[in-house]
């Protein structure tokens, strides 16, 4: 299939090591192209992103403004998915723009006028945009949803669905993500869907740590200090996660955090410093982590066990992302808890001893 690609494509499957697609990506392909209401589910990592954007991009006309339109539940996620069609977009001669909150809403608005067929954002700014006439839904053929869960509830999903029903035409609507959790009653009629969510990702491997409460951001401290050592580290509470910054960077520690009570320039700034090795730790909430995409990643912590299966899954999907090597340590202290971790992935337990990660026996 990938042979069969424009010409101007050919160079960048190249230089991106695609001989094959990934299932999600094989599997959603002719549905997408022929203007099917699709859901698609896959773990994270295993490229949904390009999944919809392949069929999606080869659909568009060039010239003909505002064709395609791909929403998102949080700005990181958007700004991710912004740099993906871009690359894919321009060998095609097509133009894509972003459109997210807090930034200039004059400046999104003068962008339209150059008439982008994609247009990418979070469903806040984009329903503002709407309902001023600058994006025009009767000119959308496509909607997409990516990380549909989380646009399908909550507030996200009154925006959502408002910029839906500013169509009197049939549109097609893809919905992209990594979990089943979804109301089906809020889904298109006759979409098709795609399930591969107990898709075995091979190449992560998940491990535990046995430890006291209070012991863990001393073993943190450990982690930061092991030579070209990086993980992101996931935290269920905002204060746990403040308390340990204060401590590790009281000590002097290349860690920093992308909490959701940062502001976005200085996340921005952080998640920067991380993905060019600057820092060995970066502490993050599920909430600012979402949709983040950090190429390479070879550790992920749970400070703790997540709550849910699913939290686990999109935490997990940051490592090992298409077809590279990861890992997944969790941090247990209670038999409850790693009882509730089994349930989410087959862990071995494991030691760090003088700076080397050991298993039992060794």
């Known amino acids: 299939m990938i042979s069969a ?82 690359d894919w977009a321009e060998p095609l001669h097509l133009i894509a723009q972003l459109f997210i909150s807090g930034a200039s809403q004059k400046r999104q608005i003068d962008r339209l006028k150059k008439g982008p067929e994609i247009l990418i954002g979070t469903p806040g700014r984009v329903f503002e945009l709407v309902k001023l006439k600058k994006i025009k839904m009767m000119a959308v053929n496509t909607i997409i949803l990516d990380e549909f869960d989380e646009l399908l509830k909550g507030t996200q999903y009154s925006f959502a669905e408002n910029i839906i029903k500013r169509v009197a035409r049939r549109q097609q609507i893809v919905y992209m993500g990594a979990t089943q959790k979804i109301d089906k009653d809020r889904l298109e009629d006759g979409t098709i869907v795609v399930d591969l969510s107990e898709q075995k990702l091979d190449r992560i491997a998940h491990y535990y740590i046995q430890t006291d409460k209070r012991s863990r951001i001393e073993l943190l401290r450990k982690f930061a200090n092991i030579p070209d050592f990086r993980a992101l ?47 060995s730790l970066l502490l993050a909430t599920d909430l600012a982590a979402r949709g983040i995409d950090i190429e390479g990643l070879e550790y992920v912590i749970n400070f703790e066990p997540p709550h849910d299966r699913d939290t686990y899954t999109h935490r997990s999907g940051r490592t090992g992302r298409m077809g590279q090597t990861g890992t997944v340590i969790t941090f247990i202290s209670h038999k409850e808890e790693l009882k509730k971790l089994k349930k989410y992935a087959p862990v071995s337990e494991i030691f760090l001893k003088n700076q080397e990660l050991r298993s039992k026996g060794q």
Do not use: M
């Open 233 to 279: 580290v996931f935290f269920n509470s905002l204060s746990d996660l403040g308390a340990c910054e204060e401590r590790l960077q009281y000590r002097q520690l290349s860690v920093a955090s992308i909490a959701s009570d940062v502001g976005k320039k200085q996340r921005k700034e952080t998640l920067e410093h991380f993905k060019d090795h600057e820092l």
């Open 5 to 86: 690609f424009p010409h101007v494509w050919q160079k960048k499957l190249e230089q991106n090591h695609f001989t094959e697609l990934t299932p999600i990506q094989k599997e959603v392909f002719k549905a997408i192209s022929q203007d099917k209401h699709v859901l698609g589910i896959s773990p994270t990592g295993t490229g949904k992103t390009l999944a919809y954007l392949f069929p999606s991009l080869l659909r568009l006309k060039k010239g003909q403004a505002q064709q395609l339109l791909i929403l998102a539940p949080n700005t990181e996620l958007a700004a991710q998915i912004f740099k993906v069609a871009k």
